[in-house]
């Protein structure tokens, strides 16, 4: 690998509603609370290579457990491709 270039392996959890109303109703949670287990683990491997103009990012994630309960799950892995400056 080029003396440039950053490999980099990550783990990440999280989760994205649509809006707060699928989390909250009023001042309870729905569904009787948010659980652990509504949060989406995964892994991945980045490669960074720094340009003139910021930094190319190549990213690949794989979500590690199934969406079973939704009616049109998303698929298990993303590829991301980002230009950016660090801050």
């Excluded at 009787?32 to 930094?55: F, M, T």
């Excluded at 049109?72 to 230009?83: A, C, Q, S, V, W």
């Amino acid at each position: 690998v080029h003396p440039s270039l950053q490999l980099a392996a990550f783990f990440d959890v999280g989760r994205v509603w649509s809006s707060t109303r699928d989390i909250y109703d009023g001042d309870k949670l729905v569904r009787s609370g948010l659980r652990l287990s509504d949060l989406q683990p995964s892994i991945g491997a980045a490669i960074r290579a720094p340009i003139p103009i910021g930094v190319l990012r190549l990213e690949f994630a794989w979500r590690i457990r199934e969406q079973t309960q939704l009616l049109h799950p998303e698929p298990r892995t993303k590829l991301h491709f980002t230009l950016s400056r660090l801050f």
